[in-house]
T-cell receptor, first 111, second 112 residues
Framework: AAGVIQSPRHLIKEKRETATLKCYPI?????VYWYQQGPGQDPQFLIS???????DKGSIPDRFSAQQFSDYHSELNMSSLELGDSALYFC??????????FGAGTRLSVL | DAKTTQPPSMDCAEGRAANLPCNHS???????VYWYRQIHSQGPQYIIH???NNETNEMASLIITEDRKSSTLILPHATLRDTAVYYC?????????????FGKGTKLTVNP
């Protein structure tokens, strides 16, 4: 069965650069969630979209923005990157806000 | 969302049943108990969820006490590949607060 696809899998950036992470949900899923997992930490919710509208927001820095497009894929844009942004970023998708299925994640390293 | 309490770590012998407990004493009537696991740096994997009745699927069984204040995830025949951090999460199934709030979870180590 098709799963959540995230790209890229690995990303290396310098401080103050920008990064864009992409998420392609399971076909027919209408809700996308973004989570951040720092080293040794548990996943923390950032933001979610339902039917292309933002539906919930967590501790997402103002430097980050996200959107969900007409084909339901989502992008997380991160600007003015800081060393502390180095983390695993997971995307999950669900149908009508039910069971969330996660992608393999993007490992972002900020140097 | 209600908070949950889990033991930080557990060990289990390969082939034996692994029983992972979770306390959620402040759970509300419309909140479900979800279990996810994360195998080293991989994306969290959905295991099972339930409201008040016991549930079973191909991966595990979920036993919820009658007062719904605690539950137990059972892996009937643990294998080395079941070594992971297991998260017990309480949330409304749909609507309301949609996010998953991950606590510290239980680090399960399956030993040969």
């Amino acid at each position: 069965a098709a799963g959540v696809i995230q790209s890229p899998r690995h990303l290396i950036k310098e401080k103050r650069e920008t990064a864009t992470l992409k998420c392609y949900p399971i076909p027919r899923h209408d809700t996308v969630y973004w989570y951040q997992q720092g080293p040794g930490q548990d996943p923390q919710f950032l933001i979610s979209f339902y039917e292309k509208m933002q539906s919930d927001k967590g501790s997402i820095p103002d430097r980050f923005s996200a959107q969900q497009f007409s084909d339901y894929h989502s992008e997380l844009n991160m600007s003015s990157l800081e060393l502390g942004d180095s983390a695993l970023y997971f995307c999950a998708s669900s149908l009508a806000k039910n069971i969330q299925y996660f992608g393999a994640g993007t490992r972002l390293s900020v140097l | 969302d209600a908070k949950t309490t889990q033991p930080p770590s557990m060990d289990c012998a390969e082939g034996r049943a692994a029983n992972l407990p979770c306390n959620h004493s402040t759970i509300s009537g419309n909140e479900y108990v979800y279990w996810y696991r994360q195998i080293h740096s991989q994306g969290p994997q959905y295991i099972i969820h339930g409201l008040k009745n016991n549930e079973t699927n191909e991966m595990a069984s979920l036993i919820i006490t009658e007062d719904r204040k605690s539950s137990t995830l059972i892996l009937p025949h643990a294998t080395l590949r079941d070594t992971a951090v297991y998260y017990c999460i309480v949330r409304v199934a749909a609507g309301g607060s949609e996010k998953l709030v991950f606590g510290k979870g239980t680090k399960l180590t399956v030993n040969p």
